[in-house]
């Protein structure tokens, strides 16, 4: 009787054993998984970033390609301006503030 209780105890001791160790592989595994899916978000991201500016890097060849993209090409990067151009200066209207008196106490810290 006693070494059939013994044999049932260590049979259940083996077998807690081996649940515990069957549940950390998958405890590691749901770890892992949760990396990949964040990687594969990340990466995901990252192509369609990409993917948005090979569309603007295209369009920007699309437009070097004309004549007229040339010529703004070369004025932006050289600073150049074609003969009979001249320059045009936009100046902003001066805002003007009112003047007024300042008051006694302004005055009296002005003198310190």
Known sequence: ???????????LG???????WLASLIWG???KARVAIGQEAEARRQYEALEARKSTLQANLA???TLRGK???IRTA???AKVGEELIVV????TSTPTSTPGFWQRVLDWF
Do not use: H, N, W, Y
């Open 71 to 73: 010529d703004a090409a």
């Open 63 to 65: 437009e070097l390609g």
């Open 91 to 94: 100046v902003s209207p001066a």
């Open 1 to 11: 009787m006693r070494v059939k209780q013994l044999r049932q105890g260590v049979l």
């Open 78 to 80: 050289f600073g150049v």
């Open 29 to 31: 595994l749901a770890g």
């Open 14 to 20: 083996v077998l807690a054993l081996t649940a515990i």
